[in-house]
């Protein structure tokens, strides 16, 4: 497993924009893939994004629509998840994950940061 530490949440106006980092520790990171995770109150953790470790596979969530843009940096050992458009509905906690391979179900990663809340006012 690896640690995984997320940070760059914040409380943002509707159609504002936010870039949250995952930074992680150890070198198995690189060969893993990072996923971008979100739940809200009330509702199931769903998947926003994910990368492959290479960097040269990703998948995003229908609901993504474009807005966002899932990226890693092997050298730093971090994946970021650039957040434009933003609006009201996407208000959730994100959480960073790493796992064997690209996967929708979360119960395919292993290793999960702790969470950094997103706030889009109206």
């Known amino acids: 497993q690896v640690q995984l530490v997320e940070s760059g949440g914040g409380l943002v106006q509707a159609g504002g924009s936010l870039r949250l980092s995952c930074a992680a520790s150890?070198?198995?990171?690189?060969?893993?893939?990072a996923a971008w995770f979100r739940q809200a109150p009330g509702k199931e953790r769903e998947l926003v994004a994910v990368?492959?470790?290479?960097?040269?596979?990703?998948y995003y969530a229908d609901f993504v629509q474009g807005r966002f843009t899932i990226s890693r940096d092997r050298a730093k050992n971090t994946a970021d998840l650039q957040l434009n458009r933003l609006n009201p509905e996407d208000t959730a906690t994100y959480y960073c994950a790493a796992g064997a391979a690209m996967a929708r179900r979360s119960s395919a990663y292993t290793s999960w940061g702790q969470g950094t809340q997103v706030t889009v006012s109206s």
């Open positions: 990368i492959s470790g290479s960097g040269d596979g990703t």
């Open positions: 150890g070198r198995a990171f690189g060969n893993l893939a």
